[in-house]
């Protein structure tokens, strides 16, 4: 439920969450917005986090949890991670050069192993859906219909 790395132990394939890497800003936002839920939703959200990390298959409890929660909290939640997402993949981008087709040696020939284009395809793919939703462009729905069609 919460998005910086693909994980693939990650729920519907979002980054994983670290709080150490994550803007300020965008921190302030969400622990605001956490401190917006009752407090029997902070409770049961606490006992799902600590069952997940014991072992647990809380998959049916966790959708029972996101379905519970206040009107438009999931939408808010995934608008902070989408900008999350996004300001990490400006970093990324702004932080690797971009080398010319025609010049740059293939990773192989250097003896490197190459990360397939595809997993590189389906994440940029992912941060798009991501940045459209903290954008307004896309409803999380539409998102998450777009990643896991039926």
């Given at each position: ?33 956490i401190?917006e ?38 939408e ?31 990773p ?11 997993d ?6 992912r ?24």
């Amino acid at each position: 439920m919460i998005a910086a790395d693909m994980n693939a132990n990650s729920p519907f394939g979002l980054p994983s969450f670290d709080p150490s890497k994550m803007d300020p800003k965008l921190l302030l936002e969400l622990s605001q917005l956490i401190r917006e839920l009752p407090p029997e939703k902070l409770n049961q959200m606490q006992a799902l986090m600590h069952n997940m990390m014991a072992g647990f298959d809380v998959r049916r409890e966790l959708e029972d949890f996101e379905k519970s929660l206040p009107p438009g909290f999931r939408e808010r939640l995934m608008a902070i991670l989408a900008k999350q997402a996004a300001a990490e993949a400006s970093i990324a981008t702004s932080a690797s050069p971009v080398a010319s087709t025609e010049t740059a040696t293939p990773p192989e020939a250097a003896g490197i192993a190459a990360t397939p284009a595809a997993d590189r395809d389906i994440r940029q793919a992912r941060l798009t859906l991501l940045q459209a939703v903290a954008d307004g462009r896309l409803s999380p729905e539409e998102a998450e219909r777009t990643l896991f069609p039926s």
